[in-house]
Structure formats: structure tokens, C-alpha cells
């Protein structure tokens, strides 16, 4: 029966100390003995996988941001585009209002509101036109 070449920490009160593991050895490598948990070979193949595992973690965690990166890039795309298609349709409108006023046709009530929807259409695309501009 050999005794393993491997240390043991044992606890004593707060502190510890390292002590020959009291474990029987089963695995010879490069001429010490180990038992199972000490096995160098087994060590190895423990912080192998650990690591592998970490890589694999990590990897996940990169592509998760990637995702949300590229989801928040084309959600700034889509309000760029909606404020580009709030600023035209308010602007069509604001015309529209202003030929009728050039023809003498009298502002009906639908006409004087969408008047103010498309104020608050221009004025709604300048404030995202803004907040992109700032959070370039
Ligand atoms: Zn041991």
C-alpha cells in the first residue's frame, strides 16, 4: 500500500494548514503515488473542463450582447425611419392645410386637427432626431 503524494489542507479554528493526504494512493505518475483525488492526470483533466466550461460561459454571454447590440442598432434604425415617415407625412399635411388656406377654402374642424397632428408629428421626429443624434 503506498501513501499519496498529495497535500491535504485541514482546517484548524480560522486558519488551516497543509498536511500529506492520509488517503490511500491508487495511480502511479512519474514515479509518486496519488489517490484518486490527487491523481495530477485527474487534476489536469478537472481544470481542463472548468476552463472549458468558463470558455462555453463566456461565448454564451458574447453572443447574448452581440443579439442585444444588434436588436438595439435596429431598433435606432426603425425610429430613424419612423421619424423620417412622422416628419414627412406632418409636413404633407402642414402643406396641404396651407394650399387649402391659399384656395379660400375655409379650415374645417378636421382640417384645422390634423394641422395640429402634424405640428406634433414634426415636432415628435425632431426629439427622436435629437435623442439619436446624442446617443451616437
Ligand atoms: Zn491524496
Given amino acids: 500500500m503506498h501513501e499519496c503524494a498529495g497535500k491535504a489542507y485541514h482546517r ?6 497543509w498536511d500529506p493526504c492520509s488517503r490511500s494512493a491508487t495511480v502511479q505518475r512519474d514515479g509518486k503515488w496519488y489517490c484518486w483525488q490527487h491523481d495530477p492526470e485527474r487534476v489536469k483533466a478537472d481544470e481542463e473542463k472548468r476552463r472549458a466550461d ?6 454564451r454571454e458574447l453572443a447574448k450582447y452581440k443579439r442585444i447590440a444588434r436588436n438595439a442598432k435596429l431598433g435606432a434604425l426603425v425610429t430613424m425611419e419612423t421619424a ?11 402643406l396641404s392645410y396651407e394650399k387649402a388656406g391659399d384656395n379660400g377654402d375655409s379650415h374645417t374642424g378636421w382640417a384645422i386637427q390634423l394641422h395640429h397632428d ?10 427622436i432626431r435629437e435623442v439619436l443624434e446624442a446617443s451616437k
Fill in 12 to 17: 484548524l479554528g480560522i486558519w488551516g494548514q
Fill in 84 to 94: 423620417g415617415l412622422l416628419e414627412r407625412l406632418g409636413k404633407e399635411a402642414d
Fill in 54 to 59: 468558463w470558455d462555453a460561459k463566456r461565448d
Fill in 118 to 127: 402634424a405640428k406634433a408629428a414634426l415636432a415628435l421626429a425632431a426629439s
